[in-house]
């Protein structure tokens, strides 16, 4: 038995126990994690390549700029309060001085996209025609 088997096998476990409820379902599942090497990664095993992609991209982000460390504020705006680097970091985010993280995505030439060809937009046309005669 794989051990995505057995975790889907421990997930239905849990929903039984819990008699449907997710939340209660979920708490089960965590607290069995802990004492199951084989559940956690039954678990975790479809996720891996996102998990990885998200680290990557986090500590490419970090590498990239200079993050003040927490200690280090500055003044915002006129009412004097304070920003710490937590704080900074959203603003940067939100007005687009740092490129939002996508969780499973590493941004590289290899998964960005590329120009749909004119062959096969002919051919999304054609289907849609055709469909639409039926």
Do not use: C
Request: net charge negative; glycine share 8%.
């Amino acid at each position: 038995m794989s051990h995505q088997e057995y975790a889907r096998g421990r997930v239905l476990a849990a929903l039984d126990q819990a008699e449907g409820n997710l939340a209660q379902a979920q708490r089960l599942l965590l607290a069995w994690v802990e004492e199951d090497a084989s559940l956690l990664r039954g678990l975790a095993m479809p996720h891996l390549r996102s998990i990885a992609g998200l680290a990557l991209q986090s500590a490419q982000a970090r590498e990239t700029r200079e993050i003040p460390k927490p200690s280090q504020t500055e003044k915002g705006g006129s009412d004097g309060i304070e920003i710490g680097a937590f704080g900074r970091e959203i603003l940067e985010n939100m007005t687009g001085k740092v490129p939002p993280q996508q969780f499973g995505f590493v941004r590289d030439e290899i998964n960005a996209p590329h120009r749909t060809s004119e062959q096969h937009i002919e051919a999304i046309l054609q289907i849609a025609r055709k469909d639409g005669k039926q």
